[in-house]
Structures are given as structure tokens and as C-alpha cells.
């Protein structure tokens, strides 16, 4: 035990400025910025964000130089701030959609920079609470009645060190990008954050066992956490798929035959196209019919070896193509919102032309094209041939001849009744007898009637009704055709009619999406559409028209397209956003001369200590007393458990041991409680802390 004259006073020691946090070290700080910079592959920018925080700390340190800022300073950086994330969100939400939340979080250590560069060139060294919290400042105008949680001077007063908080906007900007090292990165920077401040009263290997354990339960939890994200977002996508947005698929085509009621249409524009006139712009195709659904027996997407002359890729194994006349070329505008999809493209095309970096993929049985990890909006161009490139196919084991069970009756009556399997017609004859049978005796609609019980919604098409919408159309044409012995497949895709002299372009809306029949003639594939012609005026008489949001589509597009300008420079842009709003900060700050030698700045007056109740409170007599008896609370041990564990060590030098809880409780209310103690229950207390005191030995007792 030590002498009772060498044990100082306990009391609690309060600075005269009321400041959050500690300012974090500086090669900590410094690689918490590199390290998100690494992560989030921007480390060139973060370069320079740690060279400032270097520069900064080198001026202030070794040159005596700072930028004396005052708390309205402050408040305009910290709403300049403000003003950045608003319009980077908006930003990056417009081109991203929700995935724009992502992009947001990744920059956001850049977006923050600004305060924390304040703060680290300041001669002040950390920022008022107020510049980040408008309540706090207005709390402080004395025309305005404050809030009662912020009429307290001391709040109003407080001021905060950013240097921590950025380390951790740092750490989870970095998780975004979903590196193999992020979580090795992490626990680094925990242990190293936490080392300075761990408690010294137990071994250091124990504090480093109980920190591997912690990093290992937090690996175990992350993988956890992160299977069952992806678990729910698979369920939420198929879900979202198979009941509202379902993209093309290049396995399976569930088609509306059958349905009773009018088709639901929409003019939402889907994408652009410019070309010398109509085409068609197929999608998938599909050569398997069973219950009203279509699919695709053979698929196999292989990647598109990019052309290593040019910027494109050949779509034909016949590069020669491309210079055989006559040929065409068109150029599509894409919304691609899921990153990924099906390209439409008009059939002979052997030749695409896109953005570089690419990586395309492509049915080597039908040539549909598939990419994937695609921009948002994809601009691209095709070459394709007004006349018949050859096509080699395989029918041995294909479903291009298959016709099913319960058409097969009724196709082979029409087959015969259109004299299809005659032997002197040729195929072109017997594909143009086909198109005269459906324009003389159908005709379009969206509606779908009821019919017998036991025939087919196909049977009902051809027999009965004889109305009906494009699905029937080209069911009905390719099984015919195969009933007429050429193979053929089902493929859909849109219609390109509508011409814009608006957008000098035509557009493409999602009510245009069509589907057709395709035969195999002479080597080639040819289209087969004998969906009346009227089938469009039809589709947009009952959908009607919206020139309103026809007009905001346009000026998103123009947005999008100026936006994106055919490069990969994608979130870097946004640094044109910061650059002339730096400037214009400094070109005022430079008005005021603000930035001056130390040895220049007028001396900061003291602040005031500021009254805060309950340090007056009688206790504190206590703990000195049970200190000059010599009993030393161990660092980090609180109160009630240090007066808990007294009693088993004391002799009987210390006695009304068992009145130190309820003293404490009282010290406590008094101490921290808002509405502190009354009068005659402040009263109560000291006679209560003076009795205490007048039971215990004069000297120190072993």
C-alpha cells in the first residue's frame, strides 16, 4: 500500500472545450485512405487525398503554417458537402437506378474530403458540431425559440475530430467493391485502431487470442450473412422474372396463346434505332412446341472472339461478307437495366460494332447474341446483308420438323387442303400459298374468345375463331411449314415502323415486341411474318398516345447519351463536378486572407468554463477517503464494480461498507440524471455522505 499523502484526489477531469473523439494518427489515417482507394480501384485519387493529409500535417507541424477557419466557415464547407452528395445521388441514381446507392457509397470518402481537409489545414484542428447538424445552428439564433434537447449551451458548443469517423467511411466505402482482401484489410485496421487503447490490466496475448477469435467469428458471420443475400436476391429475381419482368430467354418462350382477354400494351420506348427502312430485329429463337410454350432444344453461348483490326466482332465465319454488296447498316440505342440481356439483331447480320471491352456471347445454333456486365445504356451498330448468306444446319436430331401429337391431325387436313406436299411446288411456292392462306381468310386481334372445350387454343385459332394475336400468327406458320416439309423454327424478337422525325430515328416500344416464323430455304434462313399488316396501327389505337412522356424519354435519352459519349470513363466524371466548385471555394476564401503564418494568428481567447452539474457532489469525499485508506481502483474498473468487491478485501478499518451502493445511487442521479436532486433530497444526501465519514479510522488501515 502506498502512503495516503501520495494518492491524488479522484475526481473526473473535464477539458474546457467540450471535443468528441481523438484525432487519429497519421500514417493510420493515411492508409485507411489507400487502402480504400485500392479497393475501390481509384488509387490514383487516393494518392493524392493521403499526399494532402501529409502536406497538411507537414505545414502545420514543421512550418508553423495553417488556414485559420472560423465556425461560419465551417458551415459553408460542411453545406457545400452537403450540396456535392445531393447531386452526385441524383446523378448516379438517374444512371444507375438502384444500383446508383452502390456507386454513392464507394465515393463517398471522396465527397467528405473536403471537410477533413478543412479540418487537417485549420489552425483549429477539429470542426464545431454545428456545421453538421443545421438544428444545432438554428438552435443558436436567438430570434428562434430552440428545441428543449438543444437549449443546452454545451451541446451548442461542442466540437468533433473527423479523423476517426473517416477512417470508418473509409472501411465500409471499401467493402463495395467486394475484394478478396477486404476482410483481411479490416481486422488489421480494428487491432490497429484498438491497440492504443486496449486495457493494460490483462496479458497481451490473451488481448491477441481474444482478437483473432473475434476476427474469425466475424468471417464465419460475414459468409453467412452474405450466402443468405444472395439466397434472397436469387428468390426475389426469379420471383420478379417469372411474374412481371421476365427478360428473353434464350431456353424457353411462354407465350400468350390461350389466353382469355385483351392483351395489356404499353408505349414505354425501349430503344432506338436508325436505319434505312422497316426491319425486323430478332432476339431468340425456338424449335420445340408443347402446351403453348416454345423452347430452344439446342443452345450453347460461346464468347465472341473480338476482331483484332478493328473495333467489332464478326458475327459469321465468313469475314468476307462484309464486303459482298449488297449490304445494310443500322444503329441501336439499348437500355439494358439489369446490366444484361439479349441483343436484337436483323437476320444476315455478320458484323458488330460496339464499345470496346466488350465480352459478347453467341448461340452458335441460331447466332443470338447475349452480354453480359453490359453499361446501362449500350450504343451499338450492325452490318447485315439484304441478301441470303448461307447457313449450314444439322436437322439430323433437331425438332425442326417436329410437329405435335394433337395439331398434328388438323395441320395435315390444311396441309392437304393448301396441296403443301405436292411434289412439283417449290419452296417459295409453298411459302408464299401459306402467307395467301392466313392474309385471305384471318385477320388481328388482341381480344380471346371462348371456344369448345376439347380443342386446343392452336385448333380454335385455325378453325374457329381465325382471330388472333402475332403468338398464333407465327405458331400456327412455322408448324404449317413444317407440316409442308420445310424446317422451320419460332422467333421473336420487335417490329421497327415507327419513324421519329423527331429523334430522325426509329422507335422502338415495348408494345412492338413481335414474333415470326422463320424457314429454312436454299441454305438460308428467311422470314416468314404472316401477321396482318394492320397489326401495328391495331396495338397503338389501343394503347393510345402520351406525347408527355414520349418527351421525357427523348430528353433522358439525349441526357444518357451525353452522359456516357461512347467511352468507359463511367464515375470519373464526377470529378468534373468537383473541380470548379473547389475553385470557386478557394477563389473566396483567398477574398478574406484567411491563410497566414501562426506566428500571425491574434491569440485565441480561453473559453469559459462552462457550469455542469453534479461535479459538486459529495461523494467525491468518499472516494478520497477510501483512496487515503489505500484502495486503488484498477484502470478501466467501474464504480459499483469496484465498492462491489471491497467488502472481501477490507478489514475492519472500513466499515458501513454496506451504505456505499445506495450513496452511489444517489451520486449517480444527482450526477447525470437531467432533473438532478431536490433541495431536501440534496440535503438528505450529505447528512447521509457525513455519517458515512464520521465512522471511518483517521489512519489508513493495512
Same mark, same amino acid.
Given at each position: 500500500?502506498?502512503?495516503?499523502?501520495?494518492?491524488?484526489?479522484?475526481?473526473?477531469?473535464?477539458?474546457?472545450?467540450?471535443?468528441?473523439?481523438?484525432?487519429?494518427?497519421?500514417?493510420?489515417?493515411?492508409?485507411?485512405?489507400?487502402?480504400?482507394?485500392?479497393?475501390?480501384?481509384?488509387?490514383?485519387?487516393?494518392?493524392?487525398?493521403?499526399?494532402?493529409?501529409?502536406?497538411?500535417?507537414?505545414?502545420?507541424?514543421?512550418?508553423?503554417?495553417?488556414?485559420?477557419?472560423?465556425?461560419?466557415?465551417?458551415?459553408?464547407?460542411?453545406?457545400?458537402?452537403?450540396?456535392?452528395?445531393?447531386?452526385?445521388?441524383?446523378?448516379?441514381?438517374?444512371?444507375?437506378?438502384?444500383?446508383? *446507392?452502390?456507386?454513392? !457509397? &464507394?465515393?463517398?470518402? %471522396?465527397?467528405?474530403? @473536403?471537410?477533413?481537409?478543412? +479540418?487537417?489545414?485549420?489552425? /483549429?484542428?477539429?470542426?464545431?458540431?454545428?456545421?453538421?447538424?443545421?438544428?444545432?445552428?438554428?438552435?443558436?439564433?436567438?430570434?428562434?425559440?430552440?428545441?428543449?434537447?438543444?437549449?443546452?449551451?454545451?451541446?451548442?458548443?461542442?466540437?468533433?475530430?473527423?479523423?476517426?469517423?473517416?477512417?470508418?467511411?473509409?472501411?465500409?466505402?471499401?467493402?463495395?467493391?467486394?475484394?478478396?482482401?477486404?476482410?483481411?484489410?479490416?481486422?488489421?485496421?480494428?487491432?490497429?485502431?484498438?491497440?492504443?487503447?486496449?486495457?493494460?490490466?490483462?496479458? *497481451?496475448?490473451?488481448? !491477441? &487470442?481474444?482478437?483473432? %477469435?473475434?476476427?474469425? @467469428?466475424?468471417?464465419?458471420? +460475414?459468409?453467412?450473412?452474405? /450466402?443468405?443475400?444472395?439466397?434472397?436476391?436469387?428468390?426475389?429475381?426469379?420471383?420478379?422474372?417469372?411474374?412481371?419482368?421476365?427478360?428473353?430467354?434464350?431456353?424457353?418462350?411462354?407465350?400468350?396463346?390461350?389466353?382469355?382477354?385483351?392483351?395489356?400494351?404499353?408505349?414505354?420506348?425501349?430503344?432506338?434505332?436508325?436505319?434505312?427502312?422497316?426491319?425486323?430485329?430478332?432476339?431468340?429463337?425456338?424449335?420445340?412446341?408443347?402446351?403453348?410454350?416454345?423452347?430452344?432444344?439446342?443452345?450453347?453461348?460461346?464468347?465472341?472472339?473480338?476482331?483484332?483490326?478493328?473495333?467489332?466482332?464478326?458475327?459469321?465465319?465468313?469475314?468476307?461478307?462484309?464486303?459482298?454488296?449488297?449490304?445494310?447498316?443500322?444503329?441501336?440505342?439499348?437500355?439494358?437495366?439489369?446490366?444484361?440481356?439479349?441483343?436484337?439483331?436483323?437476320?444476315?447480320?455478320?458484323?458488330?460494332?460496339?464499345?470496346?471491352?466488350?465480352?459478347?456471347?453467341?448461340?452458335?445454333?441460331?447466332?443470338?447474341?447475349?452480354?453480359?456486365?453490359?453499361?446501362?445504356?449500350?450504343?451499338?451498330?450492325?452490318?447485315?446483308?439484304?441478301?441470303?448468306?448461307?447457313?449450314?444446319?444439322?436437322?439430323?436430331?433437331?425438332?425442326?420438323?417436329?410437329?405435335?401429337?394433337?395439331?398434328?391431325?388438323?395441320?395435315?387436313?390444311?396441309?392437304?387442303?393448301?396441296?403443301?406436299?405436292?411434289?412439283?411446288?417449290?419452296?417459295?411456292?409453298?411459302?408464299?400459298?401459306?402467307?395467301?392462306?392466313?392474309?385471305?381468310?384471318?385477320?388481328?386481334?388482341?381480344?380471346?374468345?371462348?371456344?369448345?372445350?376439347?380443342?386446343?387454343?392452336?385448333?380454335?385459332?385455325?378453325?374457329?375463331?381465325?382471330?388472333?394475336?402475332?403468338?398464333?400468327?407465327?405458331?400456327?406458320?412455322?408448324?404449317?411449314?413444317?407440316?409442308?416439309?420445310?424446317?422451320?423454327?419460332?422467333?421473336?424478337?420487335?417490329?421497327?415502323?415507327?419513324?421519329?422525325?423527331?429523334?430522325?430515328?426509329?422507335?422502338?416500344?415495348?408494345?412492338?415486341?413481335?414474333?415470326?416464323?422463320?424457314?429454312?430455304?436454299?441454305?438460308?434462313?428467311?422470314?416468314?411474318?404472316?401477321?396482318?399488316?394492320?397489326?401495328?396501327?391495331?396495338?397503338?389505337?389501343?394503347?393510345?398516345?402520351?406525347?408527355?412522356?414520349?418527351?421525357?424519354?427523348?430528353?433522358?435519352?439525349?441526357?444518357?447519351?451525353?452522359?456516357?459519349?461512347?467511352?468507359?470513363?463511367?464515375?470519373?466524371?464526377?470529378?468534373?463536378?468537383?473541380?470548379?466548385?473547389?475553385?470557386?471555394?478557394?477563389?473566396?476564401?483567398?477574398?478574406?486572407?484567411?491563410?497566414?503564418?501562426?506566428?500571425?494568428?491574434?491569440?485565441?481567447?480561453?473559453?469559459?468554463?462552462?457550469?455542469?452539474?453534479?461535479?459538486?457532489?459529495?461523494?467525491?469525499?468518499?472516494?478520497?477517503?477510501?483512496?487515503?485508506?489505500?484502495?486503488?481502483?484498477?484502470?478501466?474498473?467501474?464504480?459499483?464494480?469496484?465498492?462491489?468487491?471491497?467488502?472481501?478485501?477490507?478489514?475492519?478499518?472500513?466499515?458501513?461498507?454496506?451504505?456505499?451502493?445506495?450513496?452511489?445511487?444517489?451520486?449517480?442521479?444527482?450526477?447525470?440524471?437531467?432533473?438532478?436532486?431536490?433541495?431536501?433530497?440534496?440535503?438528505?444526501?450529505?447528512?447521509?455522505?457525513?455519517?458515512?465519514?464520521?465512522?471511518?479510522?483517521?489512519?489508513?488501515?493495512?
Amino acid at each position: 500500500m502506498s502512503d495516503a499523502a501520495s494518492v491524488a484526489p479522484l475526481s473526473p477531469v473535464f477539458s474546457a472545450e467540450e471535443l468528441v473523439g481523438m484525432p487519429a494518427p497519421l500514417l493510420f489515417l493515411s492508409t485507411a485512405i489507400l487502402f480504400w482507394g485500392w479497393q475501390s480501384q481509384q488509387l490514383a485519387i487516393a494518392v493524392g487525398m493521403a499526399t494532402l493529409v501529409i502536406t497538411a500535417d507537414g505545414l502545420r507541424r514543421y512550418a508553423g503554417v495553417s488556414w485559420h477557419l472560423s465556425d461560419r466557415d465551417f458551415n459553408r464547407l460542411a453545406d457545400l458537402t452537403t450540396l456535392l452528395w445531393v447531386l452526385t445521388a441524383l446523378y448516379l441514381f438517374n444512371k444507375e437506378s438502384i444500383n446508383g *446507392l452502390f456507386s454513392l !457509397l &464507394t465515393w463517398f470518402p %471522396l465527397l467528405v474530403f @473536403l471537410l477533413l481537409s478543412a +479540418q487537417l489545414f485549420s489552425s /483549429q484542428q477539429h470542426l464545431p458540431l454545428s456545421a453538421l447538424f443545421w438544428s444545432l445552428r438554428q438552435s443558436a439564433n436567438p430570434a428562434r425559440k430552440p428545441l428543449s434537447f438543444l437549449s443546452d449551451t454545451r451541446l451548442q458548443r461542442m466540437r468533433i475530430d473527423l479523423s476517426y469517423p473517416y477512417v470508418i467511411v473509409c472501411l465500409l466505402s471499401a467493402s463495395v467493391a467486394q475484394h478478396a482482401w477486404f476482410f483481411f484489410g479490416i481486422c488489421v485496421f480494428f487491432t490497429w485502431g484498438f491497440w492504443h487503447i486496449r486495457p493494460r490490466r490483462y496479458p *497481451l496475448a490473451l488481448w !491477441l &487470442t481474444f482478437a483473432l %477469435l473475434a476476427s474469425g @467469428l466475424g468471417y464465419l458471420g +460475414q459468409s453467412g450473412i452474405q /450466402q443468405l443475400q444472395h439466397g434472397i436476391e436469387r428468390w426475389v429475381m426469379d420471383w420478379f422474372e417469372d411474374q412481371l419482368w421476365r427478360s428473353r430467354d434464350p431456353y424457353q418462350q411462354n407465350t400468350r396463346i390461350g389466353d382469355i382477354g385483351e392483351l395489356k400494351l404499353s408505349n414505354q420506348i425501349l430503344f432506338r434505332v436508325q436505319a434505312p427502312a422497316p426491319v425486323l430485329l430478332r432476339e431468340a429463337t425456338y424449335d420445340y412446341y408443347q402446351q403453348q410454350n416454345w423452347r430452344a432444344q439446342q443452345v450453347d453461348f460461346n464468347p465472341l472472339p473480338e476482331s483484332s483490326d478493328t473495333n467489332g466482332w464478326f458475327l459469321t465465319p465468313k469475314p468476307e461478307h462484309r464486303a459482298a454488296p449488297p449490304t445494310a447498316h443500322l444503329s441501336i440505342s439499348l437500355y439494358l437495366p439489369q446490366k444484361q440481356g439479349i441483343l436484337p439483331l436483323p437476320n444476315n447480320s455478320f458484323y458488330l460494332s460496339a464499345l470496346r471491352g466488350l465480352e459478347f456471347r453467341q448461340n452458335r445454333f441460331d447466332g443470338a447474341l447475349k452480354l453480359d456486365n453490359a453499361p446501362s445504356l449500350l450504343n451499338y451498330s450492325l452490318d447485315y446483308s439484304e441478301s441470303a448468306l448461307p447457313t449450314p444446319i444439322d436437322l439430323q436430331g433437331s425438332a425442326l420438323l417436329n410437329i405435335p401429337e394433337r395439331e398434328a391431325k388438323l395441320l395435315q387436313a390444311l396441309a392437304d387442303e393448301l396441296q403443301l406436299q405436292a411434289t412439283q411446288l417449290t419452296e417459295p411456292q409453298k411459302i408464299a400459298r401459306i402467307e395467301a392462306f392466313f392474309a385471305d381468310n384471318f385477320h388481328y386481334a388482341l381480344a380471346q374468345t371462348a371456344g369448345a372445350s376439347f380443342a386446343t387454343p392452336l385448333q380454335r385459332f385455325l378453325r374457329e375463331t381465325r382471330a388472333g394475336h402475332c403468338e398464333y400468327f407465327a405458331t400456327a406458320t412455322v408448324l404449317l411449314l413444317r407440316a409442308a416439309g420445310i424446317p422451320s423454327r419460332y422467333a421473336v424478337g420487335y417490329a421497327v415502323q415507327e419513324y421519329s422525325f423527331f429523334e430522325n430515328a426509329y422507335l422502338v416500344r415495348r408494345r412492338h415486341a413481335h414474333a415470326w416464323a422463320q424457314a429454312y430455304v436454299a441454305g438460308h434462313w428467311q422470314d416468314v411474318d404472316t401477321t396482318p399488316g394492320d397489326w401495328l396501327e391495331s396495338e397503338a389505337k389501343a394503347a393510345g398516345k402520351e406525347h408527355l412522356s414520349d418527351f421525357w424519354a427523348w430528353l433522358k435519352h439525349r441526357i444518357d447519351q451525353w452522359r456516357w459519349q461512347e467511352s468507359n470513363s463511367d464515375q470519373r466524371q464526377l470529378l468534373w463536378w468537383l473541380l470548379p466548385l473547389v475553385l470557386l471555394l478557394l477563389w473566396r476564401l483567398s477574398l478574406h486572407k484567411k491563410y497566414q503564418r501562426r506566428s500571425r494568428l491574434p491569440a485565441a481567447a480561453p473559453l469559459p468554463d462552462l457550469p455542469r452539474p453534479g461535479l459538486d457532489s459529495p461523494f467525491y469525499t468518499i472516494l478520497n477517503s477510501l483512496q487515503a485508506q489505500g484502495y486503488v481502483r484498477a484502470p478501466g474498473q467501474t464504480l459499483h464494480d469496484w465498492l462491489k468487491h471491497l467488502p472481501s478485501t477490507a478489514q475492519t478499518s472500513l466499515r458501513a461498507h454496506a451504505a456505499l451502493p445506495a450513496l452511489l445511487a444517489w451520486h449517480n442521479r444527482y450526477r447525470f440524471h437531467p432533473n438532478g436532486l431536490s433541495h431536501a433530497e440534496k440535503a438528505q444526501f450529505n447528512q447521509q455522505v457525513q455519517a458515512w465519514l464520521a465512522q471511518q479510522p483517521t489512519n489508513k488501515t493495512a
